[in-house]
């Protein structure tokens, strides 16, 4: 067989397996598995430089399926290069297998989950910034795009991004069948309007027939040569291409087909072909960040500063010890004081300019190398990326994020700079961490801890400067709280801005004989449980204090650490009006969450119990 | 005075007004207010048609500051054509006044809430969506955009749909001033860049210099002249434009000029110039759609209906019966069924394909001229909008959101498709309104009750088909709750798909002498606690079960409905491990939230209390 014809019967193959193990379900994608078979058939046969059986080689190129509902294509490419045999791709979307209905790392192959559509380009755009800037090897990113998820904002910022960092190990080929899930997409077969906007963005654009062997061939081959400018193959393809009865015809998405035995007839039957990618032949290792070592910083007791800078010089005092840390930041990096990191560490520094998506999925895409990317923003702002951090989380990501700016505390820049909401959305992020820092000395330990932590770690910073109260070397082990004052009357639960304030209530209470418990919650997940069913316990109820909504903040995190065994009184004290603009402090206390309202809350709360 | 130096003395006014009403709040954006001061002078003198006495006569333009940091500009603005005072300016982010930090709509002139970068465009391709196809009126929607925020993949979606639905009512002015809040922009004042961009995505591009009065002048009037295609007029300017200490220099974003007095020297002085905008003079009325009326669907107990195909079918009954409700959807109206209403209404359904951020902007665009959105697509992927939902309380916009293929229950299509956390996402919005309903007659009940109510307004629906258990006729009031089963042993709460299998657990419990009290909390929020309360005082115990993660959810909700008043034990059932694809059942199963874990859970709650 000569190489277009083998090539020819592996795509075959391909789109055979895509059917057959979607019928064995029952439901996927078949028809978007078979338009892009041919493209991936080549990609698989000469190109791709990845040694199946040693996925974590650092050398190897990385293949992400950014259309990730062509999921029965990948696994059929699985298939095919031997890495899962013909008997567990024919268990697709069964209970327990790892071929899952949209791709996931529980297959070692698999860097990152997609499904999400619109989400697989910028993460390989953040992995082929590993490779040029921290790894420094010549592995190349290839990313399989939809046409249909051209339409998500966050592939432009893709484009953007990698064509600004001239990211030539970035390749995108899109399979451009026209039909989207309902129908024909905003620009159907109009290549030429896809690569005028790609062009407009720096990158390479190779427009081809995405069946034709030999258009296929000729544009891997070009696109493989480096010119500074990632490239992008745009490749007019048939949905459902090979089978008669759904072939560039609407209304076959997301279906197994009706005649499964006809269509694989019609494709040429079952095949076994076998197909070994090359291996990577780089003999580099990647890059190794000389560190210089050194402590973390240390404040002094009784000065005020605000936790964000406390941040910025935990961070970059991890970059001094640890050669794995990478900062990343929305163009705001004055104000999360990443700009310190930058300063000390301006390689494995990335300015990610207003794109909030674009900052996590690169740091989803570095964390596939072994970075340990922290990335900041305004903790508002973290909610323009939900979805990538939502999507982080299946795809088993260890990052850190911080947000600053938190609450109505940050004063007269108003509600659509103060985050309210950031806490219960970081909470509903599974295996996620949210850590809550009050002042200076604690934010440094608990920057440090996340660093070591799996999954999406988050740490919520305040704005404005707060009194150092503790001292530079106690410990805040995550999953922790501090009970900073003690007391039996009424125990009132803070973290952050509102630790302060409770502080300062239990101080109005005392003179009136109402001694209050202070805990600092700031491990809001995990939750140290244990200190707060014993503050149930032994006090007559609970105030809860947030700088933010009501709902699925502290005070939730509290009344979930409580429920199980039946509580006393919580009291849940949060922000419940709309703010505006003021003084942090008239904010505050509008909002009910100063240290007055506390002790008033508390005195109530006794009032009713006694 | 001639045109031209009327607008230059105008435009130094608004710089003055700018440096001065922010250098009294001690904080603020002057110098990005600065380099858009001509535009904004050329705008208010002769092409913004808006009658600032009557703010909310349907003709009257449009004006959206994307760049909302630029409000001291706005508010000059204001304070130019009469609509405000110079006292009132001189509030500026005083606690209490309307001209907020950012921009909100407690000023009457202010459509939306900005502040946000890169919301304003797509908000403002909504209004012009409105102006074209619904109100059928010939405003125009001025916006004024930041280069920075131009990094957002959100504005990228707005070119591309503006572009594709020929909004040649909407003009963007962006003020390309070179100098983000870091430092440079990727494109700093390559013009040409952004013009490529645009042009890509069918705009008609006007490069100016942003200083020059007859290049504005001359924009504008083009600009005016609809071709089919929206303008992007592109206007260099520079930071700071006016005040050498500042001017085109970094470092002074987001600050009060130190020299303010000797700024406003250099700038000419303090002036009080007047500009009365054109009033609107088109005399045609906002379009009204006919309806024919007619009832809400009703379904058969005992059959058995997916909530999300009843949703669909409830849509398209509320457009035979108001005109002002409209639809859009992501690209995936055969799943949420809201192409039901694109068939019965295709003049008021909006297709916004895989571009979820754009979805939501659109809808609130669109209700700012007072039609009633319903915005539909996988509650997944509405996390991809999370931002714009946040923001759309802030803009106190009255609009529906619809999010299908809640949780584990759709089954094999894995995690990337299943919404987890949207109730903990959406409840943590202000004002919100959080349904779940369980049968599909509940869901018609609902999706009429949300389309009276203000706010953001959220419907969670499944994918799978479920029992319809109550009639048709049968009222559900949002707020409330509904006692399915009767029982005083202990309380099963659940809703949407655990409702059903509550009511299983309970079948499974009765035999063993357990009377389980089951609630239908189809009203996440506000929450019905007086039931909650009453079960709590009543039953020995409350068994929560949620298709979501343990964070808020349903089980926090009703631990926050009962905190006040110290609670029996509450077990909360939810999501607690990644689940991969299987069937409704396995998956169910496997999370501990299907009838036979509620009913060994009631059993061990029971056991611990007797």
């Known amino acids: ?47 791709l430089r990845l040694d199946f059986e040693n ?23 699985l298939k095919a290069v031997g890495a899962i045999d013909d008997a567990e791709l024919m268990t697709f979307r069964e209970f327990g297998s790892r071929v899952e209905g949209h791709p996931t790392p529980v297959l070692p192959w698999v860097d990152v989950a997609t499904g999400s559509l619109g989400q697989g380009l910028p993460i390989g755009a953040g992995l082929a910034l590993a490779g040029k800037r921290l790894d420094r090897l010549p592995y190349r990113v290839w990313v399989l ?45 109009d290549l030429e309007s896809y690569a005028a906007r790609a062009r407009a963005a720096g990158w390479r654009v190779l427009e081809i027939d995405g069946h034709d062997p030999e258009q296929i061939e000729t544009a891997l081959k070009d696109a493989e040569d480096g010119d500074g400018r990632p490239v992008a193959v745009l490749a007019a393809t048939k949905k459902g291409r090979g089978v008669a009865e759904v072939e560039d015809k609407p209304g076959f998405h997301g279906k197994a087909l009706v005649h499964p035995d006809e269509a694989i007839e019609e494709l ?16 580099a290792q990647p890059h190794v960040f000389e560190v210089r070592g050194g402590g973390l910083p240390a404040f002094e007791p009784g000065t005020e500063v605000a936790t964000r800078k406390a941040y910025g010089e935990a961070l970059r005092a991890l970059g001094d010890r640890r050669g794995d840390v990478v900062a990343l930041d929305g163009e705001v990096s004055n104000s999360t004081f990443a700009e310190m990191f930058r300063e000390a560490h301006p390689d494995r520094y990335f300015e990610m300019y207003i794109a909030e998506q674009q900052m996590v999925a690169a740091a989803v895409g570095m964390q596939v190398r072994g970075w340990r990317p922290f990335a900041s923003t305004f903790a508002a702002f973290l909610s323009r990326a939900y979805d990538f951090i939502r999507m982080a989380a299946v795809s088993r990501a260890d990052m850190c994020l911080m947000g600053s700016h938190a609450g109505v505390a940050i004063g007269e820049d108003g509600p659509s700079q103060m985050a309210l909401e950031d806490l219960a959305a970081l909470r509903a992020v599974h295996g996620s961490t949210v850590l809550y820092p009050c002042d200076a000395n604690q934010t440094v330990q608990l920057t440090a801890a996340m660093a070591d932590r799996s999954g999406v770690n988050y740490l919520r910073t305040s704005r404005g400067a707060t009194p150092v109260i503790y001292g530079p070397d106690e410990e805040f ?17 803070g973290a952050g801005i509102t630790l302060h304030e409770a502080l300062h209530a239990a101080e109005i209470l005392a003179p009136e004989g109402i001694q209050a418990r ?58 419940r009006i709309m703010p505006g603009s003021g003084t942090p402090a008239e904010l505050l206390g509008q909002a009910g969450i100063d240290a007055a309202s506390i002790a008033a809350e508390a005195r109530e709360l006794l009032k009713t119990r006694r």
């Open 268 to 283: 040429g039957g079952i095949r076994d072909l076998r197909v070994t990618p090359a291996k990577p032949t780089a003999r």
């Open 145 to 189: 795009c939809g046409d249909s998820e051209l339409a998500e904002g966050s592939v432009w910022e893709a484009l953007e991004h990698a064509g600004f960092e001239q990211l030539d190990n970035l390749i995108a080929l899109v399979d451009v069948n026209r039909l989207g899930q309902t129908g024909q997409t905003m620009h159907g077969w």
């Open 518 to 575: 202070v805990i600092d919650l700031y491990s809001i997940k995990p939750v140290d449980a244990a200190t707060l069913r014993r503050a149930a316990e032994e006090t007559g109820g609970l105030v809860t204090v947030e700088d933010h909504w009501p709902e699925g903040g502290l005070g939730e995190t509290v009344l979930s650490a409580l429920a199980g065994v039946g509580a006393p009184p919580v009291r849940v004290l949060a922000v």
């Open 55 to 77: 996925p974590g080689d650092p050398r190897n190129d990385h293949l992400i399926f950014s259309k990730g509902h062509a999921s029965p294509l990948l696994y059929s490419c």
């Open 477 to 493: 082990p995550v999953g922790g709280s501090r009970v900073v004052r003690d007391g039996d009357d009424v125990t009132l639960v």
């Open 1 to 47: 067989m000569d190489h277009l014809t083998f090539r020819y019967e592996l795509a075959q193959q391909l789109r055979v397996d895509s059917v057959r193990c979607s019928s064995a379900a029952g439901s996927g994608h078949p028809t978007s598995s078979m338009s892009a078979a041919d493209l991936l058939a080549a990609l698989l046969d000469g190109h």
